[in-house]
């Protein structure tokens, strides 16, 4: 049924087809229509940062960013998912269009810009979903808020999400704001982990319980940045690291229609570069954090690579997209 579905929503504009797809996940999460989506898969336990996920397979963020369908997203057979990324003020994001399809590569290009409706509207959400799984909550700065004052946002944001989220995901990697991705280097890194960490301290005393803080990085990283990256992160002792966000490298893509669009890529097509950056990762850190692989998984093989490779659990966005909840089932089965 989701081919049908698929082909009908290729036709038409692809941020239009979200926006309608979410409406109807919405709708129907509760009623008996979630049938057409809903799956029971085996258990397949999988314990990091200090938690159980029910599968190693989530949900990344971006896909539903103010957490409104995450009792649909569950029913399809996730076994964590994370909504986001949510800014402390509602903002519309950059101008449209702004999202493009390359099937070619099974392949999305994006600036969508983080729009949101808020931090405040997602906390609600949250509180109105029957879910008791693994939920995280993906976090980011406005696009107005200066370069300098980042901390703030991703304070204020860290403090509303706290008590609701079962791990949170500082998102300093998405290219589609400006600026942003600058914080993941040098002292602008460290001082945005101490100050995060000094926060986190005090807000697990506050609601007696801690809640792992994820970092989550660019796949445009030297070897020598990602080393740097994870000195950075370990000497902070941040709980863990998603690898990877979208790309603006365009080699995979080169002479498709839409290739030339400004935004990042996201699909089949960074699975490769992804994995080179997980494995590097995973070398340096040495175990000492927990690494998510995100970033071009599509298939069992190119999920297994990704665990094989060091990643305690992995995520899927545009493999979803193009494939529908069937490609969960696979993966989910194929380990």
């Not at 949900?59 to 539903?64: N, Q, R, T, V």
């Not at 729009?115 to 609600?124: A, F, M, R, T, W």
Request: contains cysteine; proline residues 4%; hydrophobic residues 40%.
């Amino acid at each position: 049924m989701y081919s049908i579905i698929q082909k009908l929503l290729f036709t038409q504009d692809p941020e239009w087809s979200h926006d309608l797809t979410i409406n109807w996940l919405k709708r129907t999460q509760h009623n008996l229509l979630n049938c057409v989506y809903k799956q029971n898969l085996a258990e397949k336990p999988v314990q990091a940062l200090g938690l159980t996920f029910k599968n190693p397979v989530g949900l990344a963020a971006g896909l539903d960013k103010n957490g409104e369908c995450i009792d649909a997203f569950a029913a399809m057979g996730f076994g964590y998912i994370e909504i986001g990324t949510v800014t402390p003020k509602p903002q519309l994001g950059n101008d449209k269009p702004r999202m493009f399809r390359l099937p070619k590569g099974q392949a999305i290009i994006n600036r969508m810009g983080f729009n949101n409706k808020g931090v405040d509207n997602l906390i609600e959400n949250v509180k109105n979903a029957k879910y008791t799984g693994i939920l995280g909550i993906n976090i980011g700065k406005n696009k107005d808020t200066p370069e300098e004052q980042a901390l703030n946002d991703y304070l204020i944001c860290l403090r509303k999400v706290y008590n609701y989220a079962s791990y949170i995901t500082v998102n300093i990697s998405s290219p589609n704001t400006p600026g942003l991705r600058n914080l993941q280097h040098g002292q602008a890194l460290d001082a945005l982990l101490a100050g995060l960490k000094n926060e986190q301290k005090l807000l697990a005393t506050q609601y007696a319980k801690y809640v792992p803080i994820l970092i989550k990085i660019a796949p445009d990283l030297s070897d020598q940045e990602i080393v740097d990256m994870s000195n950075s992160l370990i000497n902070a002792q941040i709980d863990g690291v998603i690898a990877t966000n979208t790309t603006l490298d365009r080699t995979e893509v080169l002479g498709q229609k839409y290739s030339e669009e400004m935004g990042g890529l996201s699909g089949a097509v960074l699975n490769a570069k992804s994995l080179a950056v997980t494995e590097k990762l995973v070398e340096s850190i040495a175990g000492r954090i927990t690494v998510i692989g995100v970033g071009g998984i599509h298939s069992a093989e190119s999920a297994k690579a990704r665990i094989n490779a060091g990643s305690n659990l992995i995520q899927l966005y545009t493999s979803l997209i193009y494939q529908g909840p069937k490609v969960i089932r696979e993966i989910v089965d194929s380990i």
